[in-house]
């Protein structure tokens, strides 16, 4: 299987693109700065290929995804993983972060899925997994941004899922729960002791087991339209 697994340099999406080069499939890395880290994740897969692009910028992820296409003439598994998050009040969230955060984690699906489900759509199979978050849901204070892009990204998986279901493809969102990535790590003290408040098992989710999660879902057939919460925070 072709895997293209945005922001796999660091954090979820390295377990992400590890854990589908532990089983043998072609596995296209992503990135948008940090170089190196993606040339290390690329060295620990046997067919690999490094890319970097803002996913903010339509044109850029679409000759990013043509030449995922040159090399393999096929995309089987996108994950839209790639994403920042901010913390601040609303009525103190600038109209730059609010900006950055919607055209990350929900513009940057978009322009993915629109690009890669094209070629899906001619392969008449496909599988989309979006990461999605928890506070997508629920919403939090001080991320109001991250949260209503977050929430977008669930209503886009819906929406594709239900306009694509006819031509074979899967489109799902997971929620990995708090993870001590960078992103996990940089927040403030009080969002993780929050999460483990609310955690039922009082535990951090790992980066490695979501990856087998989503590694596992992309191998089911007949799965679509689905949010999967990764913790034990109730809905
Ligand atoms: N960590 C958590 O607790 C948590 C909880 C719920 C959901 N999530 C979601 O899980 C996903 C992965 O998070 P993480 O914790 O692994 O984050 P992370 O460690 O901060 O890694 C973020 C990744 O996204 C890439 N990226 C960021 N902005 C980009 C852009 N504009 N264009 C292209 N790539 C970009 C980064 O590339 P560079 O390395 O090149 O900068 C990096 O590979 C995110 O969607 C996040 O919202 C995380």
């Given at each position: 299987m072709v895997c293209l697994i945005t922001g796999?340099?660091?954090g979820l999406g390295r377990a992400i693109a590890l854990a589908f080069g532990n089983r043998g499939e072609q596995v296209a890395v992503h990135y948008k700065n940090k170089s190196s880290e993606a040339e290390e994740v690329a060295s620990q897969i046997k067919d690999s290929l490094i890319l970097k692009a803002d996913v903010r910028d339509f044109n850029r992820v679409k000759t990013l995804v043509e030449r995922v296409i040159n090399k393999w003439g096929r995309i089987d598994v996108l994950i839209n993983n790639a994403g920042i998050t901010k913390e601040a009040l609303l009525i103190k969230t600038t109209e730059k972060d609010f900006d950055d955060m919607v055209n990350t984690n929900l513009k940057g699906p978009f322009n993915f899925i629109r690009t890669v489900g094209r070629h899906m759509m001619k392969q008449k199979s496909g599988h989309i997994i979006n990461v999605a978050s928890f506070a997508g849901v629920k919403g939090k204070e001080g991320l109001s941004a991250y949260s209503a892009s977050k929430a977008g990204l669930i209503g886009l998986t819906k929406t594709a899922a239900k306009e694509l279901s006819r031509y074979n493809i899967m489109v799902n969102a997971v929620l990995p729960g708090y993870m001590l990535t960078d992103m996990g790590t940089e927040a403030n003290e009080r969002a993780k002791e929050r999460a483990l408040r609310e955690s039922l098992v009082k535990k951090f989710s790992e980066p490695d087991k979501v990856a087998e999660f989503i590694c596992y879902l992309s191998e089911t057939?007949?799965?679509?339209g689905q949010v999967f919460n990764l913790d034990s925070r109730i809905l």
């Open positions: 796999s340099s660091r057939t007949g799965i679509t």
